[in-house]
């Protein structure tokens, strides 16, 4: 009896070529390399960080790091997935191979779910800045013209993503490098005229005791989700192999530099209870402290750029994740219509409801939209279960029937597997624990439960067809 992983090889879209009947190839190792690079550099970082340093305090460098650490193995397990499957399907289609097209079905549609709702999200926080610095103009005037923009460079050509998200990603890490340069100066006492504070604001470590370090240490999760773009980006790149396994091989010193490395700048240039480090943001208090000239008009700029890449990367994202699902035969065959190599049905779909979900932040912004937040509070864990779940399953059977195909290795198989299951594990206990997250994880599990339901209804209905 064939294993599971060839038993459904092709519905999975196993195949090398399997994405490459339909869709272009065109975006180019140097598009695939700055999304790497430029992926890690969200807008959660420089938007969401401040609060989890007002919980924290200076521990926030530990809570980036441990949740680091858990991001890096799941990286790696994806990456070895994704370099023996290319597939614009990602984690959805290795979660069909292992378990069925249930579970292909269950990780795909919520993390469709969760793209287009942050397309819409991401969009009212760029027009937020643009209209701070152009007062009495409509937001929602902002996030249409933005939602066109991206929707139109989407139905265009995948490389005009690529050329977006190359420039994008240029513009994040140069302004990152240089904020982590002048800090790093300013802390040896190097930089003309500023202080070295030494270790000064690093004293109360743990302000607020274990529970600040689990408030800093759940917003640090969550603002390592988008990751997971470069391995659906893959499938449609010159060398998709070679691709995934350089943006995976070098996770670890980006994720190390930019995340905790700027933390650790952050709390030790800028007392971590400092007003400015929540209604400024952590970067704007940091470049403030050091005297440098217009440096919250410069973060706004950085942030804007942060937040319009991660809309282009997202209505990318959710239109291929749809594309792979319907293909697959798991939602309606309409979406599936490609036309110049790109799903443009898809993208439209995708990019309408990331607006919907603006117009109901208007409409009924009480009841439906924050439950919709709720909803894909927790969805980036669930997909992380998927993918270490998938792993573990389908690398017993790559090295039986396809040790070939093995070009990136998960470090400690399955050791280190499961330790990243039981790390999820612990953040789903501590969610729960919380009030403010609680919600949210009850939210995304009703969420999944009703897809994992619908998922096996369509699989024993096509099953039975």
Same mark, same amino acid.
């Given at each position: 009896?064939?294993?599971?992983? $060839?038993?459904?090889?092709?519905?999975?879209?196993?195949?090398?070529?399997?994405?490459?009947?339909?869709?272009?190839?065109?975006?180019?190792?140097?598009?695939? /390399?700055?999304?790497?690079?430029?992926?890690?550099?969200?807008?959660?970082?420089?938007?969401?960080?401040?609060?989890?340093? =007002?919980?924290?305090?200076?521990?926030?460098?530990?809570?980036?790091?441990?949740?680091?650490?858990?991001?890096?193995?799941?990286?790696?397990?994806?990456?070895?997935?994704?370099?023996?499957?290319?597939?614009?399907? /990602?984690?959805?289609?290795?979660?069909?191979?292992?378990?069925?097209?249930?579970?292909?079905?269950?990780?795909?549609?919520?993390?469709?779910?969760?793209?287009? $709702?942050?397309?819409?999200?991401? !969009?009212?926080?760029?027009?937020?800045?643009?209209?701070?610095?152009?007062?009495?103009?409509?937001?929602?005037? &902002?996030?249409?013209?933005?939602?066109?923009?991206?929707?139109?460079?989407?139905?265009? =050509?995948?490389?005009?993503?690529?050329?977006?998200?190359?420039?994008?990603?240029?513009?994040?890490?140069?302004?990152? $490098?240089?904020?982590?340069?002048?800090?790093?100066?300013?802390?040896?006492?190097?930089?003309?005229? $500023?202080?070295?504070? !030494?270790?000064?604001?690093?004293?109360?470590?743990?302000?607020?005791?274990?529970?600040?370090?689990i408030v800093g240490l759940l917003a640090s999760v969550f603002a390592y989700g988008g990751l997971e773009t470069v391995t659906i980006a893959a499938a449609e790149s010159e060398d998709p192999v070679r691709?995934?396994?350089?943006?995976?091989?070098?996770?670890?010193?980006?994720?190390?530099?930019?995340?905790?490395?700027?933390?650790?700048?952050?709390?030790?240039?800028?007392? &971590?209870?400092?007003?400015?480090?929540?209604?400024? !943001?952590?970067?704007?208090?940091?470049?403030?402290?050091?005297?440098?000239?217009?440096?919250?008009?410069?973060?706004?700029?950085?942030?804007?750029?942060?937040?319009?890449?991660?809309?282009?990367?997202?209505?990318?994202?959710? /239109?291929?994740?749809?594309?792979?699902?319907?293909?697959?035969?798991?939602?309606?065959?309409?979406?599936?219509?490609?036309?110049?190599?790109?799903?443009?049905?898809?993208?439209?779909?995708?990019?309408?409801?990331?607006?919907?979900?603006?117009?109901?932040?208007?409409?009924?912004?009480?009841?439906?939209?924050?439950?919709?937040?709720?909803?894909?509070?927790?969805?980036?864990?669930?997909?992380?279960?998927?993918?270490?779940?998938?792993?573990?399953?389908?690398?017993?059977?790559?090295?039986?029937?396809?040790?070939?195909?093995?070009?990136?290795?998960? &470090?400690?198989?399955?050791?280190?597997?499961?330790?990243?299951?039981?790390?999820?594990?612990?953040?789903?206990?501590?969610?729960?624990?919380?009030?403010?997250?609680?919600?949210?994880?009850?939210?995304?599990?009703?969420?999944?439960?009703?897809?994992?339901?619908?998922?096996?209804?369509?699989?024993?209905?096509?099953?039975? /067809?």
């Amino acid at each position: 009896m064939p294993s599971s992983s $060839t038993r459904t090889d092709a519905a999975a879209g196993s195949s090398p070529a399997a994405d490459a009947v339909s869709l272009s190839h065109g975006l180019k190792q140097r598009h695939l /390399s700055m999304i790497a690079l430029g992926g890690v550099i969200g807008a959660g970082l420089f938007v969401g960080s401040g609060a989890g340093i =007002a919980a924290a305090g200076p521990s926030i460098v530990v809570a980036y790091a441990l949740s680091g650490l858990l991001v890096m193995l799941v990286m790696r397990m994806l990456g070895e997935m994704s370099a023996a499957y290319p597939s614009s399907g /990602s984690f959805s289609a290795h979660a069909e191979r292992a378990f069925g097209p249930w579970a292909g079905f269950t990780a795909g549609w919520s993390f469709w779910v969760l793209l287009c $709702t942050a397309v819409g999200l991401e !969009g009212m926080g760029a027009a937020k800045i643009v209209t701070g610095w152009l007062p009495g103009t409509p937001q929602w005037m &902002w996030v249409a013209l933005f939602m066109v923009v991206f929707c139109g460079s989407n139905l265009a =050509a995948v490389k005009n993503f690529g050329e977006f998200e190359f420039w994008f990603a240029a513009l994040k890490v140069g302004a990152i $490098t240089l904020f982590l340069v002048l800090g790093v100066l300013a802390i040896a006492g190097v930089l003309p005229g $500023t202080d070295s504070p !030494g270790a000064s604001h690093l004293g109360h470590f743990l302000p607020h005791g274990g529970q600040g370090l689990i408030v800093g240490l759940l917003a640090s999760v969550f603002a390592y989700g988008g990751l997971e773009t470069v391995t659906i980006a893959a499938a449609e790149s010159e060398d998709p192999v070679r691709g995934v396994a350089s943006a995976v091989r070098t996770a670890m010193w980006r994720i190390a530099l930019f995340y905790v490395g700027s933390m650790a700048v952050i709390v030790t240039l800028v007392p &971590w209870n400092a007003a400015e480090v929540v209604d400024k !943001g952590p970067y704007v208090a940091a470049l403030d402290h050091l005297g440098i000239p217009g440096a919250g008009q410069l973060m706004n700029v950085v942030v804007l750029v942060a937040l319009l890449s991660a809309m282009n990367a997202n209505v990318y994202g959710s /239109s291929r994740i749809a594309y792979s699902l319907v293909e697959r035969g798991l939602g309606p065959r309409a979406l599936a219509r490609v036309s110049g190599g790109v799903p443009r049905i898809a993208v439209l779909v995708s990019s309408l409801f990331g607006f919907l979900c603006v117009l109901l932040s208007y409409w009924r912004p009480d009841d439906v939209f924050p439950w919709l937040l709720n909803m894909i509070g927790a969805v980036i864990l669930v997909v992380w279960i998927f993918i270490a779940a998938s792993q573990l399953r389908l690398r017993r059977a790559l090295e039986r029937e396809a040790p070939q195909k093995l070009v990136v290795r998960m &470090w400690g198989f399955p050791v280190l597997t499961w330790v990243a299951l039981a790390g999820m594990a612990a953040v789903f206990v501590l969610m729960a624990r919380e009030p403010g997250t609680r919600v949210q994880l009850y939210s995304t599990g009703g969420m999944t439960l009703f897809l994992a339901a619908v998922g096996y209804l369509w699989q024993r209905s096509r099953a039975r /067809s």
